[in-house]
């Protein structure tokens, strides 16, 4: 066991922590501040999304591919790492269609919440922490094994998927609070969903470690960037542009992906 988890999977299960806890971190914003500014937000899960599509498609398919060709030769490899991409998409969408993550967070001004509804929304709370936490699993891993073959590729894969786990953790608080009045509820609830994504990845690592190769991480990488683009495509920048009152959805999406180039080049000197 202690072979199992070396330095260097310990940083690994650090960084994807560490982006769950974000979530949390959503919860608090609800709690103990005002509203999000709309415009914000939406730049935000912009950056977010503009990080996530390029560094999946920019490095981590790119690993992909290189793992299979180690074993199987450049045409194979390009032909199994497109295919494990597309095996990415077809994951989260079937996800995604029996438990569907919560594309909207409820608004604290909404009359709902002054109707002493608590049955309904004590529901609503639940529900949105069991899709986000079914959502948070795979992301879980794709911080953790991005991490473990590459810190520079994972940690702003990390950050990106931090910014992203915040409204997660908002659209959690927001209807467990106004059911329970319990900040603590609210803050448990969020953190206990964000704790799922350093659980994933530790079921994914031990699950897998007995057999990891090339061929295994080319499968993982090439899952993970489909995972990663399609959450940023059907859930990111949706998101944002229901807040955004101008151009912050494209300006966040442009900064986020000239963020993750610059940080990519960074690391690489």
């Known amino acids: 066991m202690s072979d199992l988890f070396n330095h260097g999977v310990l940083i690994a299960l650090g960084v994807s922590l560490a982006a769950g806890l974000a979530t949390a971190l959503g919860s608090l914003m609800v709690l103990f501040s005002k509203r999000p500014d709309p415009r914000l937000l939406a730049f935000g899960l912009a950056f977010a999304g503009g990080a996530m599509v390029y560094v999946s498609l920019s490095e981590i398919l790119n690993k992909a591919i290189a793992s299979f060709a180690l074993d199987y030769g450049d045409r194979l490899g390009f032909t199994f790492g497109t295919l494990a991409f597309l095996g990415g998409v077809l994951l989260i969408v079937a996800i995604d269609h029996f438990i569907p993550n919560p594309h909207e967070s409820l608004d604290p001004g909404d009359p709902l919440f002054h109707k002493g509804s608590q049955g309904y929304l004590r529901r609503v709370g639940l529900l949105t922490a ?18 473990l073959e590459s810190p520079s590729v994972g940690m702003p894969l990390a950050f990106a998927i931090a910014i992203h786990n915040i409204p997660e953790g908002i659209a959690i608080a927001v209807p467990v609070y106004f059911a329970t009045h319990n900040k603590l509820y609210a803050f448990g609830a969020s953190l206990l969903s964000g704790l799922a994504e350093p659980i994933g990845a530790v079921i994914g690592y031990v699950a897998l470690a007995g057999v990891l190769s090339n061929a295994v991480f080319g499968l993982v990488f090439g899952l993970i960037a489909g995972v990663m683009v399609f959450l940023a495509l059907d859930e990111l920048l949706p998101a944002a542009k229901r807040y955004a009152r101008g151009h912050e959805t494209v300006y966040g999406l442009v900064t986020g992906m000239a963020t993750l180039a610059l940080s990519l080049v960074m690391f690489k000197w």
């Open 130 to 147: 069991v899709a986000v936490t079914a959502h948070n699993f795979p992301e879980g891993l794709a911080t953790f094994f991005a991490t």
